[in-house]
């Protein structure tokens, strides 16, 4: 894959020139050791994420027969996280990125393996996911925040827009592969595996971010002396392009991704297969999705 732009420097005016593929592809990866530790960790513990939704649709369909019940579990994988969205980004501003995510990912350690005990013994209730989902997808808002202040400490200014480029396929990597692996733990070991199996996968990551020298340290930034919701609010109604954005994110997650919640119905009430074909329905839609 190669992209172009407009020369600048020692090309002629309007030259355009054509970066090459290949190796400038992965050059954060191939000059920065630290970010090959960050990126392992991350690829191991995205694969157990996506492979613990899946499972969690699936299950919740399967204890209920619920198309509402669907839809509102998947709400709460959605709302909470933009509700503490606004004060995510100053918290991340004001705390060690690194005792961030690593408070975040052992929290969400202890909440997968609390769905594999709640699944295992046969005690799971719908309530009780949907609160577990809600309470992950807040421990990820913070997460996510810090871990863009840690990135850039890892790789340097320069490297930063390839890093989240490579971030960025490794998370859609992972929201196919993960299905997939979901589905084959439940058809053939067991309802709670794709929990436990999740939860073992932060273990990865939070050795690889304890691996990690940067982001001991605070980083304070000039302009963050308003935190929290407030402050967020008040951001959004002086910038007009960041309040715009918001709203887009808001919109596509509340009303465009409402269809994947309805993929466990489908594949049990009209394609009549069972967790494996159902992972492979799910597959195939990110795929398009992605394309």
Known sequence: MSHRALAGGGGAPGTIHVA???P???AALVENAEYRRFYA???ISLLGTWSQAAAVSWIVFELNRSALWLGAVEA???VP???VGLSAGATADRVRPRSMILTMQASQMLLAWLLAALVGLGIARVWQMALIVALGRICVTFELSSRQVLLKEVVGRSRFPNAI???SGLFHAAKVLGPALAGLCLARFGRPVPFALNGLS???SIAAVLSIRVGRCPVARKGCGEAGILGGIAYLRRDGQGRTLYLLITA???AGMGYVALVPAYARLVVHTGPFGYSLLLDRLFVIEGQ
Request: aromatic share 8%.
């Open 252 to 254: 596509v997650g509340v």
């Open 20 to 22: 090459q593929a290949g």
């Open 81 to 83: 996280g933009l509700l």
């Open 24 to 26: 400038r592809m992965f």
């Open 202 to 204: 932060y273990l990865a």
């Open 165 to 167: 480029a490579l971030n």
């Open 76 to 78: 709460c994988g959605i």
């Open 41 to 43: 960790g991350q690829a």
